[in-house]
Every structure is written in C-alpha cells, then in structure tokens.
C-alpha cells in the first residue's frame, strides 16, 4: 500500500478527526469520524440531497419512454443506451480524473449533469413526446455521469486518512442505498400530484447543491507526473497494473461473483406472479425490490461493528459468500415475509462488501491511479447486474425461477471461496 502522498494531502490540513475508544452500544452505531472533516462534509452531505434527486430522473425516465411507446422492450432498449456511453467514459473518465484537478473535473460534469436534467425537463414540459430526444439525452447523462463517478471516488483517499475509508464508504453508500428507497417512492408519490416534468426539474434544482459543494472543495491535483494526458495509453496502463495487483483485481472479480451469479431482479417479477402471489402480486413485487436496499441501509446504520475492521480481505470474502448463501435462502424460500429477511440479510452482506471493496481500491491503489480503479469499479458495479439479468432471466425460464436463484446463490459460495483459496493476496490484504 503507498502511503507517500500522505505528507501532501488535503485532509493534513483538517482537525484531527481522532476520537475515544467507544464503547457499548455506540461500537455498533455508525462510524461519524469522516464528518469531522470538512471537505468530506461537504461532499457527503451534498450527496444527500442528489442521492434522492438523480432516482426521481431514473423513475421519470422509463416512465415516460413507456408512456410514449406504450412497450416494455423500448424500456429496455432505453437501459442499453445509457449503458454503452456510461461504460466508455467511465473508462476515459478515470484516465482524465489521474491527470486533471478533480475538483474542477467535478465541477464540470456536475454542471453537465444539472443542465441535462433542465433539458430532459424542457422536452417533457413542451409535450415533445420523442423517444429519439429522450435516449440521446439519456445517453448524454449517462456519459456525464461516468466521467463523474471515477473522480468523486478517487478524491474521497485525498479527504480523510487511511484509516478512515471504511467510515466513509458506510457514510456515502448508506445515503445512495437511502435514495434507492426513498426515491422511488417519492417519486411515485409526486406523479400524480404535480406531474412528470417537474420531476426532472427538482433532479436540477437538487444537482445545484452538488456543485455548491464541490465548489466549496480545496484542489485536488494530480500528484504526480501532471504533463501526462488521458488517452488509450493511459487507460490500456490502468488495466496493466490492475493485472500486476492481485488483491485489486480480485476485488473487482468478488464484485462480479456476486453480482452476475447472485442478483435475481430479473426474476422478482415472476416470483411476485408465480410464488408469493397469494399475499398480492403487486405487494410482492414491492417487497422482493425493497428488500436489498433496505438491508443495506440497515447494514449502514450499524456499520460501527465492521468500520474499524483491518483484515479487509477476509471482509469482502465473508461478505461474498453471505451474500451467496443469503441469495440460496431467498430462492428456497416460499414465503413472502422469509424471502424479505433473506433478501434483507443479502443487502447487509452487499454493504460490507461496497465499504471494504472500496476501501481496497482507495487504499491498495496510489493517487496517480486511482481514477482508473474507479473507472473500472464504476463498470463493474453497472455492469454485473444487467449482465445478472440475462443469466437468471435465461435460468429461470429453464430451470424455474427458485431453482436460478438457489443455485446461482450456491454458486456464489463455491466460486469466492475458490477464488480465495486459489488467490492468496485477498486473504492477506490488511491496513
């Protein structure tokens, strides 16, 4: 692990965020520490309010495509589009985030962000009515967004110490499995009432929080060779010394188990139809897509217990294999309030393994690669679970739906715990 720009940081410049030992039931609670330091403050508390606005866009989005085309499959067609230029530029994001100041690069996409927000709201405000419109604007957000992702990561190792990482992982994950909840729903509340541009609209007014926010940030330069510019060759370098790192490339595979063999959404709504239907289809159907998020906020809000942890390693491997057999239970479970524990137990189990996962890639990688690592992270996270939505929708229609989720949860288990014993640096990996 390098630790030599540690002399050279922001977060040098913050109060000491040390504290006493806690003790009973506060060892339990939330891990605070990170907010005692300012610029991560700002950072974090700005996510609160977007974590919310950017699920109102990503309701109103679907939402309107369906309305306009009144099909399924352009819905569909809609997700493909956001994804090809969110995976490009995120890989090239991560590039430019090693070689620019990220607090400028933030401020930039931000502002990008924002403005595709006000223009998503225009054409829903005039009536336009074109799916056309609506996935270029998609796919320009989309692109907006990858550019973004990689430096807002990589510039949280340059706010708080080392130590610390964990902390702030439970903290900005904990707020985004919120807004996975809260956003939703909030948005199914407000259509009725005030209508679908509007929607887009408060995503705008919310988004100028953010750059507030990152206006209020200190520099964050490249540290080290600043000459360098981001292109091919330095995308092509970020995946050469993620192959030399073991333990880094082994995260990101523990992410990509668990999410393409162990994440069943694609079937919850024939589990919702088929299985649980007798407590009602739509209630169900409610419950199975809650039941993650909410047990990682849970998992959040308790995330005192494994915040301090130092084998880090061994926590995204446990965390893995929980998942795994989390998502077993669920799929041999056939009741609705049993499938929601285990579901509830799988989103806690993803909770430890989003703090720990990131706090390898922020602490095992040095400063001048970092964007690249979250570049990376940032595909693999969005990634995984479309590609997950192919396999369990393909097993399922062959095998049934609780045999594709049963056994993609055993699979789960037998391959990360393969991978960790065939691959010693994960278990060793410690700060």
């Known amino acids: 692990m390098d630790t030599s720009e540690s002399s050279t940081t922001e977060r040098d410049t913050a109060p000491d965020p040390a504290a006493p030992p806690r003790r009973g039931w506060r060892r339990w609670a939330m891990d605070t520490r990170p907010l005692r330091i300012p610029a991560y ?8 309010v977007t974590a919310v606005g950017s699920q109102l866009t990503a309701v109103a989005v679907p939402k309107q495509i369906y309305d306009v085309t009144h099909s399924s499959a352009w819905v569909g067609y809609a997700s493909l589009a956001g994804l090809v230029p969110m995976v490009a ?30 223009l998503f709201w225009a054409q829903a405000a005039t009536g336009l009515d074109s799916v056309a419109v609506l996935m270029v604007l998609l796919a320009l957000q989309q692109a907006f967004f990858g550019l973004n992702a990689p430096a807002r990561n990589a510039s949280i190792a340059r706010l708080v110490p080392a130590e610390q990482l964990p902390a702030a992982n439970a903290l900005g994950s904990t707020v985004m499995q919120t807004g996975l909840v809260a956003g939703p729903l909030l948005a199914g509340v407000l259509i009725p009432v005030i209508g679908l541009p509007e929607l887009y609209l408060i995503d705008a007014v919310a988004l100028c929080v953010t750059v507030w926010a990152v206006f209020r940030l200190p520099a964050l330069p490249p540290l080290g060779d600043a000459s360098r510019r981001a ?8 995946f050469q010394y993620m192959s030399r790192h073991k333990v880094l490339l082994l995260s990101f595979l523990a992410d990509i188990v668990a999410m393409v063999f162990g994440m069943p959404r ?18 169900a159907l409610g419950v199975l897509f809650a039941g993650i998020p909410v047990g990682a906020v849970l998992g959040g809000l308790f995330s005192g217990v494994f915040s301090r942890a130092r084998r880090h390693g061994w926590m995204v491997i446990g965390a893995v294999v929980g998942w795994g057999v989390a998502i077993a239970g669920f799929g041999l479970s056939g009741n609705l309030w049993a499938a929601l524990a285990f579901l509830a137990a799988a989103g806690v189990a993803d909770m430890v393994s989003m703090v720990f996962r990131g706090a390898i890639l922020l602490s095992a990688a040095t400063d001048e690669m970092r964007g690249r690592m979250q570049g990376v992270f940032t595909v693999v996270v969005a990634g995984g679970p479309r590609l ?14 609780r045999a594709a989720v049963a056994g993609g949860g055993a699979l789960v288990v037998v391959v990360m715990l393969a991978l960790a014993a065939a691959v010693p640096a994960l278990r060793r990996y410690r700060i």
């Open 41 to 48: 403050r700002r950072l974090w508390t700005s996510t609160i």
């Open 89 to 118: 530029f995120a890989l090239w994001g991560g590039a430019v985030a090693d070689t620019v100041d990220r607090r400028k690069l933030l401020l930039v996409t931000n502002c990008g962000i924002a403005v595709t927000s006000l």
């Open 231 to 238: 292109g091919v060759r330095e995308i092509a370098a970020g």
């Open 266 to 283: 694609a079937l919850f709504p024939q589990l919702a139809a088929e299985t649980y239907h007798s407590w009602g289809e739509g209630l």
């Open 388 to 401: 997950a939505d192919v396999l369990h929708g393909t097993a399922g229609s062959a095998f049934g739906p």
